[in-house]
């Protein structure tokens, strides 16, 4: 069974492991300044909030929620900005009980809406976000 709950700074080396592992399912390197900027952001819960996922005492997913305001709302937004899971374990329900537990939080902070974003190929995830959200029109365009 998983066990999902707010990330602890016991957590930080199977949290860094798994973030690796994400940055490199996305083929992304950060300094390592940032990455430790990042955890310490998240064992505050500030700006963010994460929560850890667990199956048989080990961490095996991770998940990062981003409250913010939003001029279509008086309650405020929150963007789900990292969902990861151990390649070994998905489709154990680990990313759903993390996606379940972005919800709550933002539920319990009043914010109306969850929302995130995911690369166009990851048909693994897709086929999870399909059965647990609703799918938008918007296209993402930036400017780096």
């Given at each position: 069974?998983?066990?999902?709950?707010?990330?602890?700074?016991?957590?930080?080396?199977?949290?860094?492991?798994l973030?690796?592992?994400?940055?490199?399912?996305?083929?992304v390197?950060?300094?390592e300044?940032?990455?430790?900027?990042?955890?310490?952001?998240?064992?505050?819960?500030?700006?963010?909030?994460?929560?850890?996922?667990?199956?048989?005492?080990?961490?095996?997913?991770?998940?990062h929620?981003?409250?913010?305001?939003?001029?279509?709302?008086?309650?405020?937004?929150?963007?789900?900005?990292?969902?990861?899971?151990?390649?070994d374990?998905?489709?154990?329900?680990?990313?759903?009980?993390?996606?379940?537990?972005?919800?709550?939080?933002?539920?319990?902070?009043?914010?109306?809406?969850?929302?995130?974003?995911t690369?166009?190929?990851?048909q693994?995830?897709?086929?999870?976000?399909?059965?647990?959200?609703?799918?938008?029109?918007?296209?993402?365009?930036?400017?780096?």
């Open positions: 069974m998983t066990k999902v709950r707010k990330i602890a700074a016991s957590d930080e080396a199977d949290w860094r492991r973030w690796k592992a994400y940055l490199d399912f996305y083929q390197e950060l300094p300044a940032h990455t430790a900027k990042l955890f310490q952001g998240l064992i505050k819960g500030e700006p963010f909030f994460a929560f850890v996922a667990e199956k048989e005492g080990a961490v095996i997913g991770f998940v929620g981003l409250p913010h305001p939003s001029s279509w709302s008086d309650t405020g937004y929150c963007y789900l900005e990292d969902l990861y899971v151990d390649k374990v998905r489709g154990s329900g680990a990313g759903r009980a993390l996606i379940n537990a972005v919800y709550e939080e933002a539920k319990s902070r009043g914010l109306s809406r969850v929302y995130w974003h690369n166009e190929g990851n693994t995830a897709r086929k999870l976000y399909d059965k647990v959200a609703t799918l938008s029109d918007f296209v993402q365009y930036r400017m780096d």
